[in-house]
């Protein structure tokens, strides 16, 4: 998630994506972007579409399937259309703008039944109803951002919106980190603004905020020119340019994000084993590996990382699903739902194999200021 325009949220959403594909893990990629980059990118052309995400957004009893084009093995996309870029005029006519409106996403990842193990949003670069439509559908906000000064004074505004998110719509996202995109590990300034943000993460690890466990994701993505031609190909690194240092990268990401997500459901096994609900889906969240504590910095002299202030809840809550709910496949889920315990008020990573019939994970990747990424 970054309202910041071109800091490489779809590049990274399409990447991380296939990267799951290629492991073996059923992926769904929405694009939520008018300008439909991400669906260009997976090598479908917007203007042949009939059905896309923009007939899901747009009316609540469509049938979120016929939206959705499996483009490669393991890797599906609900693609977007430049209609899209209306939508917020098109709802408005409908009276939709409301909280049904803002949930129409979720609603729909509900209708498909946990078939993809993992959906990966890509957002615009706007903070309107396409973003809050991800974010309310979402687990977890991935932001993709370049490790400028200036590209650190957005994070306080983004993190906000996820906060009056957490606090209005789906109290349970959070936020899992930073993917540094673009980055140069020899720029002095680049380490220092790293330096910042792992910084800040580690302040917040004692508050109640959905960036409590966030952290700088690695490896971090090398500017690579690989990564900007592949999608005028309509192919991801790994197809385009296999031994580039981008296809390194962004394996070496997806690998590290499977690997904590494989090991969280791990530790849930044994309260399956004895028939029990899934611990993580109903207490804390895990916390996960974090880097070593970082002193905090400010860059070149200049204030540290923005703070975000604090969110006032400004609607009213809807009853929220439980976490249970949340996630489970969809003739579970046609049950209903029930208020928010206190407990579950920490936004929390849950989830295991769609194949296994059990949970999928909603990843922001690229939200206009993440969904995870992812
Ligand atoms: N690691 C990289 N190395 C080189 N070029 C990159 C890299 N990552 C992204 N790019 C290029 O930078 C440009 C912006 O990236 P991308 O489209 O992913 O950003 P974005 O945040 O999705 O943009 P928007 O806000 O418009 O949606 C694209 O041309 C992309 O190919
Ligand atoms: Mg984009």
Redesign the pocket.
Known sequence: M?Q?????????TVNIAAAFAKAGRPTLLVDL?P?A?ATLHLGVDPGTLEQSVYNVLTDASFDPAKAIVQTRDNLALMPAVTDLAGIEVEMATQGALDLQGQRRLEQALEKLGGKYEFVLI?C??SLGLLTINGLSAAREVVI?MQAHFLALQGVGKLLETVQLVTANINSKLRVTGVVL??HDTSSHHSREVVADLEGFFEQSRQQDVPWRFARVLKPA?????K??EC?SFGKSIFEYAPDAP?AADYDALGTAMLKDWDSMLAKRVPAKEKGEKPAAAKSAPEKPATEKPVEEKSVAGKPALEKPKVVEKVTAKEPEKTPEKATESAAAKAGGKSPAKPAEKAPAKSGSKAAAGEKTEVIVV?A?SMKVGA
Request: glycine content about 14%; hydrophobic content about 25%.
């Open positions: 970054n910041k325009g071109g800091v490489g949220k779809t590049t990274t972007d300008q980059h890509d615009p670069p993709p995109c673009m993505i090398r500017r690579n020119i990564l900007a999608p981008g690229s206009a």
